[in-house]
């Protein structure tokens, strides 16, 4: 993790004496430049990375927002235990005779949707080009695959940090992935206030000049089956062919591309 990407400074703040190691750890990784307070005092202009005993939490005190990839407990963590293949998502990456297909998630984010693939079943690999956002993830995976109900999901995902396009440009024909699964960043509709600070934080953190159609051509490319693209309900598809088919729902739709 040569450059830590963000147009923001960054500081690590250990939770006490005993995580100084390990935040020392994670400068390294990121970015060596990234500074390690001496003091408890959280930063009041860069993006702080707490490191605990009870995972990694980015917060902004801009926005007095954080972000904490968590499994378990919240939305991420009902959906998971109510997710059947009736959901919108699951219809959209749904194929016929064939058993344990794999989904590559190029634009991962915060996991929640691959998360949700893999506790319906499904073998999915999730690139992330933030190291910061893999960072996240990979925390949030690894508490997850601590606690028994949620392990036999973690086992079916793989984290990767890498930029997507390159990652699938190298890939052996062998690995080429039945689905690919792109969800480009687009403006949170929530009417919650907390909701739209996480969103702008991620954008802070990954930006939001992503060449969609650069992504969409080249996912068809690798698919060997379709390529699935999340939207806004009202959005345009993404320049490109068009798509197949459409699903969509109150706030979302999943463009399917047929390969």
Not at 181 to 194: C, G, I, N, Q
Not at 233 to 256: C, V, Y
């Amino acid at each position: 993790m040569a450059n830590h990407g963000c147009k923001f400074p960054i500081e690590i703040q250990p939770e006490n004496h005993e995580q100084i190691v390990f935040a020392q750890k994670i400068a390294n990784q990121i970015h060596p430049s990234i500074v390690i307070p001496s003091t408890q005092q959280l930063s009041t202009t860069a993006l702080t990375l707490l490191v605990g005993f009870q995972g990694i939490t980015l917060y902004s005190p801009y926005l007095k927002a954080s972000i904490k990839v968590d499994f378990l407990n919240g939305i991420i963590g009902y959906r998971c235990r109510h997710s059947s293949n009736k959901e919108l998502i699951a219809r959209a990456v749904k194929l016929k005779n064939i058993k344990n297909p794999r989904v590559l998630d190029i634009t991962a984010g915060l996991g929640k949707d691959g998360f949700i693939l893999a506790s319906l079943g499904y073998q999915v690999s999730m690139v992330e080009k933030s190291p910061i956002v893999h960072l996240l993830l990979e925390d949030g995976l690894t508490r997850a695959n601590q606690i028994p109900e949620l392990s036999e999901i973690t086992c079916r995902i793989f984290n990767i940090y890498k930029d997507s396009i390159d990652y699938m440009h190298h890939m052996d024909k062998q690995d080429y992935p039945e689905i690919i699964y792109v969800d480009p960043m687009f403006p949170e509709r929530s009417k919650s206030a907390l909701v739209k600070k996480e969103m702008q934080l991620l954008q802070d953190l990954v930006g939001v000049d992503q060449n969609d159609p650069l992504l969409l051509e080249v996912a068809l490319e690798y698919a060997q089956k379709r390529v699935v693209v999340k939207r806004p309900r009202l959005a345009p598809p993404i320049k490109g062919p068009s798509p197949g088919f459409t699903l969509q729902g109150k706030s979302i739709r999943f463009d399917i591309y047929l390969i």
